[in-house]
């Protein structure tokens, strides 16, 4: 039987533990590591040669977001499971399109809820936990997978990192300056431009700041 294996990237070794703990005795699942970053989770890819990486979204020098942006760049036969506090629309919506295949909640995810992620997530599936809106997810997912932007999504607001960069744009700074002031790849970058013109339809950047200034989307 093929071991399902796992890496986890969180900045708190107290729920790397946890987690570990959780997973640790099961049959079927090989615990392969763990990461106290996004930064360090990448440079054990090629090592621990995972199938599922479970990461939190709040971490110091990435986001979980950016780190499953980056490993579907790099791979995208290993699969994201996120475990976050941060479950909000906005979280939930920039995760699926980064291609997270997963979202629990830290609070109210138990061993049980925990290892049916896992499973499902490796078997192909998709797996976000029952106290996030069915109707919601099926939404998201739908625009997600079709490469559009549903009518609602319009209206969400930005995240902060989106707020930073947008802010950055207004002020006239390049894609590679933005990067350099906000210590990100242009890549991830443009990735959140992209994010924010999707939500919004904007067609070109000119067009981006034009709305930001008029709208007070930004505190300059």
């Known amino acids: 039987m093929n071991r399902i294996k ?13 987690v570990k703990t959780m997973i640790t005795d099961e049959a079927d699942i090989d615990f392969v590591g ?52 941060y479950t909000t629309e906005d979280y939930i919506y920039n995760a699926i399109k980064a291609g997270a295949k997963g979202i629990l909640p830290k609070q109210d995810t138990n061993k049980e809820m925990l290892l049916e992620a896992i499973r499902t997530i490796y078997a192909g599936e998709e797996y976000f936990a029952p106290n996030i809106s069915k109707n919601l997810m099926k939404s998201y997912l739908t625009g997600v997978k079709k490469g559009t932007n549903p ?52 067609k070109s950047t000119i067009e981006m700041v034009k709305f930001a200034l008029k709208n007070n989307l930004v505190i300059l």
């Open 34 to 85: 763990s990461a106290p970053s996004g930064k360090r989770a990448l440079e054990m890819l090629g090592t621990t040669l995972p199938d599922i990486v479970i990461s939190d979204i709040s971490m110091p020098d990435m986001t979980g977001i950016e780190l499953t942006d980056r490993i579907q760049e790099l791979n995208s036969n290993i699969k994201v499971l996120i475990l976050s506090m």
């Open 6 to 18: 796992i890496l986890l990237v969180d900045d708190h070794q107290i729920i790397l533990d946890g």
């Open 151 to 202: 009518e609602n999504i319009k209206k969400y607001s930005l995240t902060q990192r989106e707020k930073e960069i947008l802010k950055l744009y207004v002020e006239g700074f390049s894609n590679m300056q933005v990067a350099d002031k906000l210590n990100i790849s242009s890549r991830t970058v443009e990735t959140h431009k992209n994010n924010i013109m999707q939500k919004f339809e904007f």
